[in-house]
């Protein structure tokens, strides 16, 4: 009897977990058995690895394989473990030296000729990796980019399942190792502001908006640039953070959307799902573990909900949790899987159903304006920071063109804006305002009953939700962060204030 193991890594959301697979070759009737709570997909990896081994020219072992993946009680998925298996069985076998396998993680999947296909969630894999004091990996050489991101731990790309065997067995320059700078450059944003016909009032709120974190409503008709404003607040968000950059980008690792040639994304993500989108793709869904969705993808960046009346209630009231909490959680067969969902929120929409050029021209009757709007629910709302009225398009908007402030220069003042912000709240563990709590705001941070006095107003008279005054006061401090004062002042309340009574007629 023969007993070898090998390292690899199981998935659950973006955290991973070490998962040791032993093979052992003994006597009985020729066969393999998988045992670990594998699904369809790794249950089917028996004959893939197989095949794989015996086209790689090696002999599979003509006696009784058995193959359990340890934790056992732990459900697992995918094709990323067929290369660890096919180790395993090989140096159980004793057609390969088991020195190397004791420190290595082994993530990839195996093609029936023994090519290693590229699988999803290296990334993440490899930190979990490193964090069980694993010193070396082999991945796919297709992800060998994304592996190189994670310090600490030396990474080597396969392509072929002979050149795994080879290293085990010593031969050199069996492994490809990184032969390039993992950190790309900053991609430049598309677009500018200086694009938008107009709109003093939206350019306003996009600046605030990007100041500091917050939410934000666009209500006009078709062609008076709201989808254009938003696509442009990526240009005036600052640059994510090495940390952040490898939250984003083990996302992206776990949903496959990262491209070789960019393995590390470097600027907030830009993301707008069309309004035909499904529950389980805007929030994140799948069988078994659920993959991530489009709140996911947007973390640190922006979800952009264009014709936001049209997505329907279910799928914008799920978006408040998300909201809330900045995460999401996802309850499924084999677990409940939570994603990072800290995003900005960025809503357009028309305010009736014909939407007109002009406003005088619409058709539509009272009820019908206010039954389309209402789609967007008061709880929605309620955490939508900024609301705006589009001005719509004249002869003599089109004539200021190419007189509106670029992207660069609001910028700078967002970059100020936030600097200040991120100093104030060092000490607490927040970096814009937005994420600051409601308490620390009445309490530790509050301001003046003079400077509040509007906002109290409205808090008597029920005009503003205990929520709403709170996100009144986050607005308020970001006005005045970009107007480089210490504290807010009666006029920035009022102005947040106002922010939040622009809504649709």
């Known amino acids: 009897m023969a007993l070898a193991s090998a390292w690899s890594v199981a998935l659950f959301g973006v955290d991973g977990l070490t998962v040791e697979i032993e093979a052992d070759v003994g006597s009985g009737m020729p066969g393999v058995q998988l045992l670990g709570l594998p699904d369809a997909a790794l249950h089917e990896a028996k004959d893939r690895v197989r095949a794989a081994v015996r086209n790689s020219g090696e002999q599979w072992p003509q006696q009784r394989v058995t193959l359990g993946l340890s934790p056992a009680t732990l459900p697992k998925g995918g094709s990323g473990y067929d290369l660890a298996l096919a180790a395993a069985v ?23 000729d023994g090519r290693v296909r590229p699988v999803r969630g290296v990334l993440p894999g490899l930190l979990a990796a490193r964090k069980a004091g694993l010193r070396q990996a082999v991945v796919p050489v297709a992800t060998l980019a994304e592996a190189a991101l994670v310090d600490g731990i030396t990474v080597f790309g396969v392509a072929h399942l002979r050149e795994l065997v080879g290293w085990l067995r010593g031969e050199p320059g069996r492994l490809t190792e990184p032969a390039f700078d993992p950190l790309p450059p900053e991609a430049p944003p598309q677009g500018d502001l200086a694009d938008v016909l107009g709109q003093p009032e939206a350019r306003w709120a996009l600046e605030v908006a990007a100041a500091g974190g917050h939410h934000l409503l666009l209500v006009g008709p078709p062609g008076t640039g709201k989808t254009m404003l938003a696509q442009r607040m990526i240009g005036l968000l600052p640059a994510l953070s090495p940390q952040e950059s490898l939250e984003v980008t083990a996302i992206h690792s776990v949903a496959g959307l990262l491209s070789a040639r960019t393995p590390l994304i470097t600027t907030p993500p830009f993301v707008a799902p069309h309004h035909s989108i499904s529950g389980a793709a805007l929030l994140g869904g799948g069988a078994g573990l659920a993959r991530p969705g489009a709140v996911s993808r947007a973390h640190r960046g922006v979800l952009f909900l264009d014709e936001a009346c049209e997505f329907g209630p279910r799928r914008l009231e799920a978006l408040r949790t998300a ?19 800290r995003f900005q929120l960025v809503l357009a929409t028309n305010p009736c159903p014909c939407a007109p050029p002009r406003e005088v021209d619409c058709c539509c009757p009272p009820n019908t304006r206010r039954r389309y709007f209402s789609r967007l629910s008061g709880p929605l709302l309620d955490r939508v920071d900024l609301r705006v009225r589009m001005r719509p398009v004249t002869a003599m908007t089109t004539a200021e063109a190419g007189s509106a402030e670029p992207s660069a220069q609001v910028r700078q003042r967002v970059l100020r804006a936030r600097e200040r912000a991120a100093l104030r709240w060092a000490d607490h563990g927040w970096r814009t305002n937005a994420e600051v709590p409601g308490p620390a705001l009445r309490k530790e941070f509050a301001l003046p009953r003079p400077v509040t006095a509007l906002l109290d107003r409205g808090l008597d008279s029920g005009a503003v939700t205990g929520r709403g005054a709170d996100r009144c006061l986050r607005v308020a401090w970001t006005l005045s962060d970009l107007a480089d004062q210490e504290r807010p002042d009666a006029d920035h309340v009022a102005a947040a204030l106002e922010f939040r009574e622009r809504r649709s007629a």
């Open 90 to 112: 090989l140096a159980a076998a004793g057609l390969a030296p088991r020195g190397l396998l004791g420190c290595t993680a082994l993530i990839g999947e195996l093609a029936l």
């Open 323 to 341: 909201l809330e909490e900045g995460e999401v959680r996802l309850a499924r067969r084999d677990g409940v899987t939570c994603y990072p969902a």
